[in-house]
């Protein structure tokens, strides 16, 4: 792909564009218009048309009635990454179990710096509307699966999180990173995380981190995803899913068997 004089002056290369623009259509829910791809992206139109065109052609993109969509191409690559398709394959069979045992939200989720990336979800007969959805993200120190991870993270990991910003999200968020990281030892001692409608009013959920011996990582342990339960806080009982919650997470760590993506 060529790139003329005047998009040469905006000191992006092609591929920093093609991500640019996969990036900003993939945090709207919708499609994204020419004019808006272009603002959020900080390109011009005429920048963000070329390229933007390709993508549609190799299937990258979908062209709607108002703008861009996110195409299939990308989620059929997505299904060949091994580290995301060996955890999916080992983690439903037990999810699946969760979700008829429950009837409520079952999720399976990773860190991503300061983020969790969701890349399962199965919902039942009783599950309510949740924030969450795969390809998702969420911050991490909001959420149960965030939590989960963390505790059983590189230090270093939970550093980036609290040196950030830890906005309150609803009146239960924890937003001090010396709270944070007394509830993290808590988790560490148990084993099981909580959200107590810290990320979102009346939803909570229980979650346990997968762990991976073979990494070297706190106490010869390191979380490589987690696992959780979410429902409406008026139903949903946490400490009744505990059991359940902390044996499929520990039964997925041994499927596993050693680090992935080797």
Known sequence: MRISADEAGEQRSVGDRLLLILDAVAESPGEVGLSELARRTGLKKATVHRPATDLVAHRMLERGGYGYRLGLHLFELGQHVPASRRLRATALPFMSDLLIATGEIVQLGVLDGTEIIYIEKLT??????????????????CTGLGKAI??????????????????????????DPARFRRELDRIRETGLAYDREEG???????????????????????????LSVTGPAQRLQPVRLEAAVRTAALAISRGLGHPLGR
């Open 124 to 141: 039942g007969r009783h599950s309510v509307p949740a924030p969450s959805a795969v390809g998702a993200r969420l911050p991490a120190y």
């Open 150 to 175: 963390l505790a059983f993270s590189d230090e270093s990991a939970v550093d980036r999180v609290v040196s950030g910003p830890m906005p309150a999200r609803t009146s239960t968020t924890i937003t």
């Open 200 to 226: 979102t009013r009346g939803i909570v959920c229980v979650a346990a981190a997968i762990v991976v011996e073979s990494y070297v990582g706190r106490d010869g342990h390191r979380a490589v995803a987690g």
